[in-house]
């Protein structure tokens, strides 16, 4: 199954998900006599995009009733669309790898978000939507990305062996049965690149939950990172400058006053 096909399948389980957690939520409801009125919040979330996964940090406050002013920290990886694992079928314990490849690529974003209430839950538990909307810095990660090649040589006699070493990706020496795997992630650390940049976001915010102080919600959105100076990811698609992406978040956290 593709990585949309799941994203597809995650969304339609979740939403049908949300109204039964809202419903048979063991937490004690909040009484409609009390009705405090909580200007801080802070919550941590899990990325799941269609090219990558990411973890996500925000805190804030209300600006009114209806509006929340947030600070987003969220570090994410990023795949291209055109990366396809293959396998060296003629070698046991071959590595898989993604033919093509020059880096790993990660953004680091930081940015002010905004969450307009739409829709308020009702007392007793339920569904509270909200528009989100936002963005801020964006700092992309390069990471090389190395292989293990295949070098043969003849040792006389008409046979031949081999060495491997470890090399990036080169279209003008390498084909794909030279190639036995990827190496180890840890090997390019040393040679990271930074492309600064920006990024923005929209999307819903859909919270469930019956305690007001408690916060679970699900989000849907599009996201994009754009790298003036250009990432690349792929050999056929070198200096990448806009990335777009589609994705969901779930996070939890809570509400508070601070005296």
């Not at 990886?77 to 060296?88: A, C, D, E, F, T």
């Not at 690529?105 to 930081?110: I, Q, S, T, V």
């Not at 279209?171 to 036995?180: E, F, G, L, R």
């Not at 200096?239 to 996070?251: A, D, H, K, M």
Request: aromatic residues 18%.
């Amino acid at each position: 199954m593709g990585t949309h096909r799941k994203i597809v399948v995650v969304v339609i389980l979740l939403f049908f998900c949300i109204p039964a957690f809202a419903q048979f939520d063991t937490e004690g409801y909040d009484s409609t006599e009390n009705l405090i009125l909580y200007q801080r919040q802070r919550t941590f979330g899990v990325v799941l995009h269609n090219l990558g996964l990411g973890v996500q940090y925000r805190f804030g406050k209300r600006v009114n009733y209806f509006q929340t002013r947030m600070w987003e920290i969220e570090f994410v990886s990023m795949k291209s669309y055109k990366q396809i694992k293959v396998l060296n079928p003629y070698f046991t314990n071959s590595r898989r790898y993604v033919y093509g490849k020059l880096n790993d690529a990660f953004f680091l974003r930081g940015g002010m978000i905004w969450k307009k209430l739409l829709n308020r839950k009702p007392y007793w538990g339920g569904v509270e939507l909200r528009w989100m909307y936002g963005g801020g810095f964006s700092l992309g990660i390069a990471k090389p990305y190395y292989l293990y090649v295949l070098y043969f040589y003849e040792t006389g006699n008409g046979y031949f062996a081999y060495d491997i070493k470890t090399e990036r990706f080169d279209a003008s020496s390498q084909s794909w049965d030279d190639i036995y795997g990827r190496a180890p992630f840890t090997v390019g650390l040393t040679e990271i690149t930074l492309h600064p940049g920006i990024y923005l976001k929209t999307g819903l915010n859909f919270e469930f939950g019956v305690q007001s102080t408690k916060i679970k919600a699900l989000e849907i959105g599009a996201a994009i990172d754009i790298s003036p100076m250009g990432l690349s990811i792929m050999a056929n698609n070198n200096n990448q400058i806009f990335f777009p992406t589609g994705y969901l978040t779930f996070s939890f956290g809570k509400r508070y006053n601070k005296y």
